[in-house]
Structure formats: structure tokens, C-alpha cells
């Protein structure tokens, strides 16, 4: 005869590393709350806030480690053959949701602790360029333009043009803009790349289908502190702002450029009148390209330099497919495909997009944490 099934066992236990992670977690959270409560009112603040991104991490843990304690309790209960027949039916469906629950609970806690971006939180300059196309190109990267706009005021987010450069049909040549708000940077950083369009262009008279690219960059925007420029270094130019086809937007030298002679690197601001507002935005978009830069240097596994995240604009390069004959959107590092192209160019449905880049994103590092737990 077969014997009865064997009662499920308790999940196997985590790592050493990790469980010792996890107590000078909670060590810390107890020790800071001491701290807060004797605290001299000029360390208070660094430590109320130090205290304030540890007490979820730690909440987590606590959970995970309660729900762990419930789960050997019922394996318990069901290993002892002295156990009611009532009682272990219970104990067998109570075990099933709660074996849901705690994987719910570890992920939650292992994406805790994976290591954070410092940008993340930060506001971002986003940088949108026509690539290969044409006028074509022009008119996408236009397209794009208005799409993160909008995507900014779904968001609730501050969206700011710094600088454009039109063509005659309403194209965008190229256009930076500064979008303001906590964790802009965290989520449009998977924006850097190469888009490419497939439509008949408005220039087209035998209604074929042409493919465009627009290449975006999106840098975390840097802070004085962050990064601090000195007046010896800088270049600072001054002229009329224009627009589309060289028409001057304004009689007054408002405009400005300037340029980081260490490393080459120049920015223009023209959008406002002022040319002590262009002045202050133009050394904040400064700021941020260098920092990118430095953060390049740092973190070759990101792979942030502008000149990486751009590509050189070429057709066959890409990230992202925009095809308006069949209102596609295919994201091709992910295999995501959309039939709402309209909606994503509204900024309605780009959120369904982002969203599943950054969930892909905390994936691919979860297996690779794991590798190295498992190591």
C-alpha cells in the first residue's frame, strides 16, 4: 500500500550573509530610535531621516520574519500525528495561502536591499535629438517631445523647456527640457536610446513607409552640491535667441552659451527672456552633463555616457519601434508590444511602458543578487 502523502516542509532557510544583513538592519532601525530620543536638535534631522528610509526596509523584514514563525508553526501542526483530521485540513489550506504570501513578502524585502541609485530621486534633464530621416526625423522627435510633456503632466511633475532648435514644418531639430519632481530620473532613465518610427511622412506623396530615428538622453539633474564648477573654466557666450528658420525670437543678447573648456562640453539656454535665468539654467544643465559624465567614468556597468545612451541615431539601432500603420509600440529589450501607439504618444499608455522596464530592471538585479547569494 501507499502511505499517506508527505505533509509539506518549511521552506528552506536563507543564507547566513543574508540573515546577519537582515538583524543589523533591525539593530540599526532600534539604535537610531534611542539616538532620535537624545539627540541634540543639529543632528536630529540627519538622524530622523536616516531613520525614515530604514523604517520600511525594516518594517518588511519583520513581516517576512513573522510570516517565516506562522509557516514552521502550521508545518508543525501538520507534522504531528496526533493532529485533529479538521484541524489539518485547515492547517493545509492556511499553509497554501501563506506560502503565497511570504514568496510576496521576500521579494519585497530582497528588493529592499538591492543597492540604490543615488540619482534616482532626482529631478532629470531630458535631451531629444532627430537622427537619421530628415524632416521625417525632425517631425518624431517633435512627436516625442509633446509625448513626455504629457507624460510630465499625468505625472504631476514641472516639465521645462531649457533650449529648442525647430525646422520650418514644426519639427524639432533638438530640445532639452528640465522635468522636475521626486524620482523623475528613476523612472525615464530606460527612456536613453534610439526610437525609431515607421509611417508615411507628411513629405510623402506615394504613401510609402519610411523609417526615422530620434535618439533621447535622460541625465539625473545635478545639484552645486553635487558638483562645483569653477569660473576659471567656463566660457560664457552671449547672443539674440532664434527660432525656426533663424527668425530672432527677441531683439536682446538673452541667450547663452557655455562651455566647459576642461572637456569640451557646451550647453545652450535661450528659451527665456531673461539672460540671467538662461545664465542659471544653462549652468544647472551644465552641471548635469558633467555629472553624468563622472558617473560614467564610475560605473562602467551602466553605461551612462550620453554618447552610449544615444547611439549614433542610425536606423538600425534601437530600443523602441513606433509603428503608426499598425498603432504599435514594441519595446525590444523587453519583447513588450503595445497596440495603443496613440495612447503611449499621448502619455497615457507610456506608463504601462516604463513601468515594465522598471520592473524588468529590479528582476535582472534580484537573479543577480541571487547568483551571488548562491556563490
Not at 332 to 337: G, K, S
Request: aromatic content about 4%; charged content about 35%.
Amino acid at each position: 500500500m501507499i502511505g499517506p502523502a508527505a505533509e509539506p516542509t518549511c521552506r528552506a532557510v536563507t543564507s547566513p550573509d543574508l540573515e546577519a544583513k537582515l538583524d543589523s538592519i533591525l539593530a540599526r532601525r532600534d539604535e537610531l530610535a534611542t539616538l532620535l530620543a537624545e539627540a541634540e536638535p543639529a543632528r536630529y534631522a540627519v538622524l530622523a531621516k536616516e531613520l525614515a528610509k530604514l523604517e520600511p526596509v525594516a518594517e518588511k523584514v519583520e513581516a517576512w520574519r513573522r510570516a517565516r514563525r506562522e509557516l514552521e508553526g502550521l508545518d508543525t501542526l501538520l507534522a504531528d500525528p496526533d493532529t485533529d483530521p479538521e484541524m489539518r485540513a485547515l492547517a493545509r489550506d492556511e499553509r497554501v495561502a501563506l506560502e503565497e504570501r511570504l514568496a510576496g513578502l521576500e521579494r519585497e524585502v530582497r528588493k529592499a536591499l538591492l543597492p540604490k541609485d543615488a540619482a534616482d530621486e532626482k529631478s532629470a534633464i531630458l535631451e531629444i535629438r532627430a537622427g537619421t530621416g530628415g524632416e521625417e526625423a525632425a517631425l518624431f522627435a517633435a512627436d516625442l517631445l509633446a509625448m513626455y510633456r504629457r507624460y510630465a503632466e499625468l505625472r504631476g511633475w514641472r516639465f521645462e523647456l531649457l533650449d529648442i532648435s525647430e525646422t520650418d514644418l514644426g519639427g524639432v531639430k533638438e530640445a532639452v527640457a528640465r522635468i522636475e519632481g521626486r524620482g523623475v530620473f528613476a523612472e525615464l532613465k530606460f527612456e536613453a536610446g534610439v526610437h525609431r518610427v515607421q509611417r508615411v511622412p507628411v513629405t510623402e506623396a506615394g504613401g510609402r513607409i519610411h523609417t526615422s530615428a530620434a535618439t533621447v538622453a535622460v541625465l539625473p539633474e545635478a545639484e552645486e552640491v553635487d558638483l562645483a564648477l569653477d569660473e576659471r573654466d567656463l566660457e560664457i557666450d552671449v547672443f539674440r535667441a532664434s527660432g525656426a528658420g533663424g527668425q530672432h525670437v527677441n531683439r536682446t543678447e538673452s541667450a547663452v552659451r557655455i562651455t566647459h573648456k576642461p572637456t569640451g562640453t557646451s550647453v545652450v539656454v535661450q528659451d527665456e527672456r531673461s539672460q540671467h535665468r538662461n545664465k542659471a539654467r544653462a549652468l544647472a544643465l551644465l552641471r548635469s552633463r558633467l555629472l553624468e559624465r563622472e558617473r560614467a567614468a564610475k560605473s562602467a556597468a551602466r553605461a551612462a555616457d550620453r554618447r552610449v545612451q544615444i547611439g549614433t541615431g542610425d536606423r538600425s539601432e534601437r530600443i523602441r519601434t513606433y509603428n503608426f500603420p499598425q498603432n504599435r509600440v514594441t519595446d525590444h529589450r523587453i519583447d513588450l508590444t503595445l497596440y495603443a501607439l496613440d495612447r503611449v504618444l499621448t502619455g497615457e499608455a507610456l506608463g504601462r511602458i516604463v513601468e515594465a522596464l522598471v520592473t524588468a530592471d529590479e528582476a535582472a538585479r534580484l537573479a543577480e543578487a541571487g547568483r551571488g547569494e548562491a556563490a
